[in-house]
């Protein structure tokens, strides 16, 4: 006889309650790709709870498998008119993210020579050692983009976060960390050194590995200060 889900697996499968596993029963549904039982992802709700942004990662590979799973939860992304107008570019080859590495680090060096400091062999090697000890340290790294092409581009600023969205919980779920990277390493630089066509607009660029460490949380407004309840003509004073 297969055990039954001890109390922690019907917290963490909450969300299937009504599903035949509230009734007892093992469940045999299973993560897409993977094949993986449900009780080896997080739950929805502890999923969003504990993502955090991610900025510093160990070389630990990432599993073709995970990343595919991670990848398929953000074309399952809602968009307008189902156009799905987005490219995941996916750059794992240690070489490329090697160039990515060297343009950053030479604008890093160009800012600071524009802002009259001496670029020293030392100074070089300590900017390139930020970048390979922070964003530039996972062994993945996803650019989201939406295609300027698709059927309906005044709509694609809307649906290229919510695909970005969908997979930085997908890789939380699964144990990994992402960040939403923009201006931190700018669209020229991805543009250049992956050979993004004009016709791409970039939502961001996230790097995804495991985390050296999950951060603390940053603080978080209050849920009632998001809240208008049925119009703001009657909003409780205070709120607006
Ligand atoms: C539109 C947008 C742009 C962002 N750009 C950057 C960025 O360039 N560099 C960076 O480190 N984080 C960036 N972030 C991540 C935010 O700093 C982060 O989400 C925020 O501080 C909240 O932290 P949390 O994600 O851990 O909840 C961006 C997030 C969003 C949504």
């Known amino acids: 006889m297969e ?45 969003v709870r504990t993502r955090r942004s991610v900025r510093q990662f160990k070389s630990t590979p990432v599993p073709e498998a995970h990343l595919r799973e991670i990848l398929d939860a953000a074309r399952l992304a809602p968009t307008s008119g189902n156009q799905q107008p987005w490219k995941f570019l996916v750059v794992q080859d240690p070489g490329t993210i090697g160039e990515l590495t060297d343009a950053m680090v030479a604008r890093g060096l160009e800012t600071m020579r524009a802002r009259g400091v001496e670029v020293t062999a030392e100074v070089e090697e300590s900017v390139r050692a930020s970048l390979t000890q922070g964003y530039l340290s996972a062994p993945v790294y996803i650019v989201v983009l939406t ?42 630089v ?51």
């Open 147 to 188: 295609d300027g092409e698709s059927q309906y581009p005044t709509y694609n600023h809307w649906d290229g976060p919510l695909a970005a969205g969908y997979l930085m919980l997908a890789a939380r779920a699964l144990g990994y960390g992402t960040v939403f990277i923009t201006d931190a390493i700018p669209d020229e």
């Open 3 to 47: 055990p039954k889900p001890n109390r922690r697996d019907f917290v963490k499968l909450g969300l299937f309650a009504g599903t035949p596993l509230a009734l007892g029963v093992t469940p045999s549904l299973a993560i897409g790709q993977l094949g993986m039982d449900e009780q080896e992802a997080l739950s929805f709700f502890e999923t």
């Open 190 to 240: 991805t543009r250049e050194v992956f050979d993004i066509p004009d016709r791409y607009t970039r939502v961001c660029i996230t790097p995804l590995g495991v985390p050296e460490a999950w951060p603390d949380s940053p603080e978080k407004k209050s849920l009632d200060e998001f809240i208008v309840q049925d119009r703001f003509s009657q909003a409780t004073p205070g709120h607006s």
